[in-house]
């Protein structure tokens, strides 16, 4: 307890106390101290005092962080993201109790007094005086919402935070001269607002909106009484009055609040008591923060956007930049997907796949000519838990997916089809196709420096009796390993390396594709979006679109609204017409009797191709309609599952093919995205058809590289010949033809190891329905 002196005054020391703390405040507001900008908001490093001409503009309408909606093509939410759960209103969408209660508990002469109330420090030196602490504050609304910004520029640097919040007398002076300037600037009413809209309340909720929907799911007009005296009881110590973790206590303050309003003549004494005896009647919205919440299993698409957003020089000329923005929010991201491709995506893939199952799927549906993202889903839903990855499968590593994306298979095979078509040759080209050959050499590089086969090497088909010579079009529909090879011997690997230029075709982490005669047969991990995307250029005639998910984006700051630019699709044509219409025809033939029959849709024109790598780790079937274009992935992100006796989806297979999995589920993913929608026809070429053989064929392709995920595992490493040498043994029977399995039996062709770096990529034959 402190001295008195007898009589019961205060004791010298105490006086002084009091005296020199009035004197201090009252002399430094008086004398008009200025202070310094540093920063926004004039934070000085060391709080030093120096002179200032103006206020700074943030304290007048600061850039509160608010948060971030993102919509789908229809405009429908699909998710909210912020670092702030915050929505700003004006002062007009305040309930008037919850104006008058805030006023009544933390200022009661706000309207009386200037940005300093000289009674109230008074009162506070002399409380603080007897109690020998600091029992009573005596900061005003106004130097609340000063003391609210430094903090808010703070965000959650925890230095600058605690600059913000240091007690020092630096920071109060500065603190005091800002609230004077802001007084006579912005006034009483544009104060309480914007006071509203940055205090927290608690329970993740940034100002009084979003307050009201955290604790009783409405708006903040719309607040009764004893509702917005137990907001405004919050404020003073969020934690200790939180009516969810402490309801009495809660209570306790709300009633305090509505006696405070009662005792300045706000409210009646009998309104007040009404009030005290009404229950809290919470009705609480739990928080929905991020993309995990995202609904229409859209949450991989969500954070596509958010990557895209944080890594694209449209928004910002620096990451750093790029992500004050994205925390600051207010924005309003209308997308390109389309609720009905994304439903019909998860449909299929849950029908097909199952979240537990060993292996995993992710599909991808582009717009050809526009390259709009309408949809990408996966069956391991987005999460930390088990049978869950943060990991999107669907696209490259520089936008949260995969380290290297998959291997491709046969998949790749249209796209050397493509070049050697650019280079004039005719899609009746044959070549011999024998059973089993050395893989050519010298075959010419970009370079100019040839590669050459110094190991030996060799490729196969599928049987013995699978030899040519072949034509282009039952080359392509029973996927001849030893056609595609022999044709990028001939045209040399520039031509190859050129159209998949053209066609934005790089490696999952964004590296160019290494340039040996191995690419033919799809060796290389691709990301599914990739895949989509450039197949998407053969069902628009040729012309390649970069693939976009952003139609449009407004951001909300301090009541006003504008536009930020986005990113456009640049569409640019990456072969001829009529080599985009051959590639059509040939792929057609692929779904009608060749290697993708299983994966056809009946009611329309559509093409594709099927793929599957060594040791059945990766299956694909890529395909499209004139005015849609699918990628579908199955396999282990490890690659350490080979899928081979095993049940996926609840099925039995001996053996995994690009048909029999990936296949369906493209097959019911685009029927249901495409339902109600036009069916154009593809421009065809009449190719004669060569001499047909009687066997059914697909072909694999393998890697010795796993995918490593963001939880840091690996993949499997498995060295030079990883995947290379295992395979299958003769005996078996295909699902669309004759004829045994294959049993790779070949060398590593030399510089196969070009590309990726940390293993081999091995080259097989393991797969009958490519």
Known sequence: MPKKRSGGGLSPTQQAAKFLGVSVLAGAVLAGIALPAAGALGLAAKGSVQGFDDIPANLKRPPLSQRTTILDAQGRQLAQVYSRDRTVVELKDISPYMQKAIVAIEDARFYQHGAIDLKGVLRAVNKNAQSGGVAQGASTLTQQYVKNVFVEEAGDDPTKVAQATQQTLGRKVKELKYAIQVEQDLGKKRILENYLNITFFGEQAYGVEAASQRYFSKHAKDLSLPQAALLAGIVQSPSRYDPVNDEAEATKRRN???????????????????????????????????????????????????????????????????????????LTIRTTLDAQAQASVQASLKQHINQSDSVASAAVLVEPGTGRILAMGQSKPYGYGKNETEINYSVGSDRGGSNFGFPTGSTFKPFVAAAALEQGKPATQEYSSPYKMPYPSPVQACSGKAWTNEEHAEVENESTEEHGPYAMKEAMAKSVNTYFIQMISDIGLCPVVNMTDQLHVVQGDGKKLPQTPSIALGAVGISPLTMASAYATFASRGTYCTPVAIESITQKIGGQEKSLAVPKTTCTRAMSQTTADTVNSLLKGVIDSGTGRQAGLSDRDNAGKTGTTDERKNAWFVGYTPNLSGAVWVGSATQKVKMTDIRIGGVYHDLVYGADVPGPIWRDAMTGALQGKAAPSFNLIDIPDGGEKDQGKGQGNGTGRGNGDHNGNTGDNAGLIGGLIGGLTNGGTGHNGGGANPRPSFSLPGGFVQGQTGGARGNGNGGRHG
């Not at 609040?257 to 809290?280: F, H, N, Y």
């Open 256 to 330: 305090t609040v509505l006696q405070r309003m009662a005792e300045v003549g706000d409210i009646s004494q009998a309104e007040a008591d009404k009030a005290k005896r009404t229950p809290l009647e919470l009705k609480i919205t739990q928080p929905r923060n991020g993309c995990i919440t995202a609904v229409k299993d859209s949450s991989f698409f969500c954070k596509y956007v958010e990557q895209v957003f944080l890594n694209d020089p449209v928004f910002g000329k620096t990451r750093a930049q790029r992500a004050k923005t994205w925390n600051q929010g207010g």
